[in-house]
């Protein structure tokens, strides 16, 4: 659970359902301070049937790499300023609900999106004007869907950055393009609801490549309307690619959002699925 998420109406809650449900239960709070070891070695020590991963898409990221290659569950409580991969599930926002959920729903499993060996993406990942929000987000201390329309109207405001690069997939000739936002997507919406995309699946062992092409300004209006009713792949400025693996190359270095989380500046992300990598209550 992330830090100072934990209430006492929360703890008398999880009493509750554990009576109801039959099962034992110990939390985990974290700190900031390295907490991927710390919450290992609780898995290691209580050897659970599941974990439950109550905070934003960072946190169950930080959780679900710890649970690869393994068969215990994921299960998520969406509490944190972006619960994507809650809202993709249809995981209830309520404490209790969620709880419920988690315990009422099979865990089935679901792809996970390595990205150049090193980090892993259940939800979205993207570089461009999305993730240079979510670096003003975090470097401002803004807080929810305010909080980042207030960041998004800043970088409008700078005008369009657009970026080459290139992108290789198996099969196909190596490709030079340009855009300002290019999403890597396991799963099809924003936690806003926007649809990125919408022919996406999160256990049919392929990811998506949404690059969102040179636009007039106009443009901006539709966008938003197309996301909003699932349309956007079928807009001229958009195109998508579906694959298992690719390579995209950049010729500066970028920012990059992880599930909710900036990475280092790279010039290279080299991305492949992992099928089928992981459990998780809800698919």
């Known amino acids: 659970m992330s830090g100072n998420a934990l209430t006492d109406d929360y703890r008398s809650i999880i009493s509750e359902t554990a009576e109801k449900f039959n099962f034992q239960w110990k939390v985990f709070e974290t700190t900031g301070e390295d907490d991927p070891n710390k919450i290992r070695s609780q898995i290691n020590d209580f050897e659970p049937q599941k974990v439950i991963a109550a905070g934003g898409d960072g ?70 004007i999305n993730a240079r929000i979510v670096k003003r987000f975090e470097k401002e201390g803004s807080k929810g869907l305010i909080g ?83 349309s956007l792949h079928h807009m001229k400025y958009v195109k998508v690619y579906s694959t298992d693996k690719a390579t995209i190359s950049l010729p500066a270095s970028h920012e990059c959002q992880v599930d909710g989380e900036i990475i280092p500046e790279t010039t290279s992300l080299k991305i492949e699925i992992m099928h089928h990598a992981i459990k998780v209550c809800g698919v």
């Open 59 to 128: 946190t169950v990221n930080m959780v679900a790499v710890e649970l690869l290659g393994t068969d215990i569950e994921l299960g998520i409580i969406p509490s944190g300023s972006a619960n994507g991969l809650a809202y993709n599930l249809g995981i209830p926002e309520k404490f209790r609900r969620a709880l419920n959920f988690n315990l009422e729903n099979p865990a089935n499993p679901m792809d996970v999106i390595k990205i150049n060996d090193r980090f892993y993406c259940l939800h979205l990942s993207d570089v461009g």
């Open 148 to 230: 980042y329309g207030k960041q998004l109207f800043k970088e409008l405001m700078e005008g369009k950055t657009y970026f080459p690069f290139y992108i290789e997939i198996p099969g196909q000739r190596r490709k030079k393009m340009k855009t300002e936002m290019l999403v890597i997507a396991n799963a099809q919406s924003f936690g806003t609801g926007a649809i990125i995309n919408s022919t996406g699946k999160i256990d049919d062992g392929k990811f998506e490549i949404v690059i969102i092409r040179p636009y007039p300004w106009w443009f901006v209006f539709t966008f938003i309307f197309a996301a909003f009713t699932g």
